[in-house]
């Protein structure tokens, strides 16, 4: 059983945001550092798997959908995605390997929480919607059949930090690392003597946005960068995109 766990998701191959965050002491210091997918899909790929690999067995990667799709375009499949055609190209065959062999979902056991389950969208599905106001009912088919000892959930996927009880079940999204829907910077969670806290890391937008356009070779890294990095959509724009994807119009 661990004492604290770094929670973060979504780095979508941003890297100097990444290592702000790994930076933190909080983070630094911690028995664990859960990354819950989508590890990756955009502009500096290889160097991200390379720094998230050398945090060695302190690193607990869980599978996201857009690793998945990584693994598929380096084995000849294709994408909808510009950026996860590009990443997919530039992984190295141990990166492919790496990626295709995540779990999801993944148990670890906390002290002051008990089992804790890591996924990506949902304990059942890395790609299925849930969200801060998603209604009960609908939590509750995400977590059928979960052991009734889990009583916190990590998830990430909507880009979108929150932590919310459900139905006696703590539920925490970190927020993205790579492509944050709201506030730009580095955005974690840390869980630590059984409580829950949300964390940020601010960052030098301009250095980090100057940095991924300068060390990647994605042709549109600057139009990239200024659509997610700076942060362009708010929550206010991703929830009702969302939101249709998690069952609310369809009772």
């Known amino acids: ?33 859960v990354v819950c997918g989508d590890h990756a899909a955009g502009p500096m790929p290889v160097e991200t798997l390379d720094a998230l690999s050398a945090l060695g067995e302190r690193a607990v990667l869980v599978r996201g959908n857009a690793d998945r799709e ?12 510009p950026e996860s055609q590009w990443a997919g190209s530039q992984l190295r065959p141990d990166q492919v390997d790496l990626l295709a062999g995540l ?14 389950l890591a996924c990506h969208g949902s304990p059942r599905d890395d ?12 939590w509750a088919e995400a977590f059928s059949g979960l ?28 927020g993205s690392i790579g492509m944050p829907y709201g506030r730009p ?4 969670a840390l869980l630590r003597g059984g409580q829950v ?4 890391t601010e960052v030098d937008l301009d250095a980090v946005c100057a940095r991924v356009v ?19 959509y708010s929550d206010a724009d991703a929830l009702p995109v969302f939101a249709p994807r998690d069952g609310r119009l369809h009772p």
């Not at 693994?71 to 994408?79: K, L, Y």
């Not at 790609?127 to 609908?138: A, K, S």
Request: net charge negative; hydrophobic share 40%.
């Open 1 to 33: 059983m661990v004492e604290s766990v770094a929670v973060l998701s979504d780095v979508h191959g941003v890297l100097p945001v990444l290592e702000a965050v790994l930076a933190e002491p909080d983070v630094a210091g911690a028995d664990l550092v």
């Open 70 to 81: 990584l693994v598929d375009v380096a084995r000849g499949g294709t994408s909808e995605h």
């Open 103 to 116: 779990p999801h979902p993944v148990t670890v056991d906390v002290d002051g929480f008990g089992p804790v």
């Open 127 to 138: 790609d299925e919607v849930v969200l801060v106001d998603t209604r009960l009912e609908r």
């Open 147 to 174: 052991p009734d000892d889990v009583r916190t959930v990590l998830c990430g996927h909507t880009h979108m930090p929150f932590a919310r009880l459900v139905d006696r079940r703590w539920v925490v999204n970190p």
């Open 185 to 188: 910077g580095g955005a974690w």
């Open 197 to 200: 806290s949300l964390r940020h």
């Open 214 to 232: 300068a060390e990647s070779g994605y042709d549109d890294r600057r139009a990239w960068v200024d659509e997610y990095l700076r942060g362009r």
